[in-house]
């Protein structure tokens, strides 16, 4: 049996045939995926799996060593065989099914991966200190930056600051304000700044803006690290928690097209665990750095 696991920032998925399991446990802030994953585990059903796929946020396009991800997997499953994955390739297999373009996934982070003839580019996915700008954590730690500023009457926006009430009161709340529980605030966030922009709250319209233009950006590098250029026609999705906002998606698209006037945009065709289980079907070797097995 084979089965799959999608380790993100806000939860976890595990899929194997009919069962289906979310768990709200994700990866911490300067957590390595390996203790996350073993949390995970340790708080599901039973089960067995002779080849274990990992889709796994926080490699940053270089997966480490893939031995003590087989070790954790046997440990739990009695796997012989396990695939660690980048989570932004994961996303890429599964959304475009192996055609040319670019993935961006925007979760609590932002991975960014394209393809095109065999050449795969890898772009953000620095984390929530130095990168992942226009991802979750980006968009509710700017609107809980603000609106905790307008609050000590550093700036004016009464309905950025209505929008992000339940948020002010959480902050307050916390006995440590910048460890695990504040990340995880913030990424929560996100869709609170949606609503006070929607709202039309204009520092949240502007951060919401930047974060689109950010985004656009990560697309774009994305493409022309794997070679293409300006001229050509790429397919792109735009997938995760964050595009379920329509103006932002909007925005991000917009930018796009104003230096990849042919780009494609498309519904993305799977997910990540739909990644994770093609290539545990289909690709049986590495594709370093962004895919590594390891098996007994």
């Known amino acids: 049996m084979t089965f799959a696991v999608d380790l993100g920032q806000s939860g976890s998925r595990i899929r194997t045939g009919d069962i289906s399991i979310n768990s709200t446990r994700g990866k911490l802030a300067g957590e390595h995926p390996l203790p996350a994953l073993r949390a995970i585990f340790e708080s599901i059903e039973k089960l067995n799996a002779d080849t274990v796929a990992l889709s796994c946020t926080g490699f940053g396009g270089h997966v480490t060593d893939p031995k003590p991800f087989l070790d954790l997997c046997k440990e739990f499953f009695g796997a012989n065989k396990v695939a660690v994955i980048d989570d932004g390739f994961a996303g890429f297999i599964g959304a475009l099914g192996g055609s040319k373009g670019v993935v961006l996934s925007i979760g609590g982070g932002v991975v960014s991966v394209g393809g095109k003839d065999g050449k795969f580019a890898h772009r953000d996915g620095l984390g929530s200190t130095f990168g992942d700008e226009g991802g979750g954590f980006w968009l509710g730690k700017a609107g809980i930056t603000k609106a905790l500023g307008i609050r000590q009457g550093r700036g004016e926006d009464q309905i950025l600051l209505d929008a992000f009430k339940d948020q002010v009161i959480a902050y307050d709340e916390l006995d440590v304000k910048n460890a695990a529980d504040a990340a995880t605030l913030a990424i929560t966030s996100a869709k609170n700044l949606f609503s006070a922009a929607d709202a039309g709250s ?4 502007s951060i919401r803006n ?14 022309l690290g794997t070679g293409g250029s300006p001229d ?4 792109i999705a735009i997938q995760g928690g964050p595009s379920k906002n329509s103006d932002y998606v909007q925005g991000i698209q917009a930018e796009v097209l104003e230096a990849i006037p042919q780009a494609k945009f ?6 990540n665990l739909d990644g994770a289980m093609w290539i545990a079907k289909n690709i049986s070797t590495d594709a370093a750095p962004l895919l590594r097995w390891a098996s007994n």
């Open 232 to 235: 050509d026609a790429p397919e």
């Open 202 to 205: 204009p520092i949240a319209i």
């Open 210 to 223: 930047e974060g689109a233009r950010l985004l656009a950006q990560t697309v774009i590098a994305t493409w």
């Open 266 to 271: 498309i519904k993305a065709r799977g997910d």
